[in-house]
């Protein structure tokens, strides 16, 4: 079954530890996304990528870096100069067509304790 | 910047009746997309509709409906005859086409949809 598959689900950090967060796709789609949720609210870009090697900032990325080496794969780092990150992480794709709508992960919640 | 605008942090609806979600949004581009996203409490997206800014006719889903007022910069989602399984999360997305390049997509701070039976 083609998807979006993000993990783990569930992810505990201590402070000052980096950690990467995976996020894999097989519906060969063009973009790919991270964004940030926060209780009760919406959900903030972080980081997006078009192609291969490429990828710009969002409207938070201080903290955190990704790498887009191939296609399928969009993984993000929580570094320790991320000041809050616990929260809930939303990784999706898309093609670039028209109007085709982007496709969601299950998300990763990430602690810090 | 492009940004996305959700005016009401809650609403609540009768079931089987009409209740209507809000969004605006700030542009300089002609041409763009908008999408509305349901989260359950599974915290899954779940795409609901989407409009093609260049499409001047509304978009329709079986009971769910949007009124697209270009000039205005608004977007609003109308959901008939709601059901139980309308309560969640509704987030309203915008999102830049591919001819500026790596696309954009943005969303608003979110609605939370209550179904009173």
């Known amino acids: 079954d083609g998807g979006i598959t993000q993990s783990p689900k569930y992810l505990f950090r201590k402070e000052g530890q980096n950690v990467t967060l995976s996020c894999e796709q097989n519906l060969n789609h063009d973009a790919m996304y991270w964004y940030r949720q926060d209780p009760g609210q919406g959900l903030r870009l972080i980081y997006y990528?078009?192609?291969?090697?490429?990828?710009q900032k969002g409207d938070i990325a201080e903290g955190y870096s990704v790498s887009r080496e191939k296609k399928e794969s969009f993984p993000l780092t929580v570094t320790s100069a991320q000041k809050n990150p616990t929260a809930f992480y939303l990784c999706?794709?898309?093609?670039?067509?028209?109007?085709?709508?982007?496709?969601f992960g299950q998300g990763t919640r990430l602690t810090v304790v | 910047a492009q940004t996305v605008t959700q005016s009401q942090p809650e609403m609540s609806v009768q079931e089987a009746e009409t209740v209507t979600l809000s969004c605006t949004y700030d542009t300089s581009e002609s041409d763009y997309y908008l999408f509305w996203y349901k989260q359950p409490p599974s915290r899954q997206m779940i795409l609901v509709i989407r409009?093609?800014?260049?499409?001047?006719q509304n978009a329709t889903e079986n009971r769910f409906s949007v009124n697209f007022q270009k000039a205005a910069k608004s977007f609003s989602l109308k959901i008939s005859d709601s059901q139980l399984g309308d309560a969640a999360m509704y987030f309203c997305a915008y999102r830049t086409p591919t001819l500026l390049g790596a696309q954009k997509l943005v969303f608003g701070q979110g609605t939370r949809l209550t179904i009173n039976p």
């Open positions: 409009q093609e800014a260049y499409k001047q």
């Open positions: 999706a794709s898309s093609m670039t067509d028209r109007v085709t709508e982007a496709f």
């Open positions: 990528s078009q192609i291969v090697n490429d990828f």
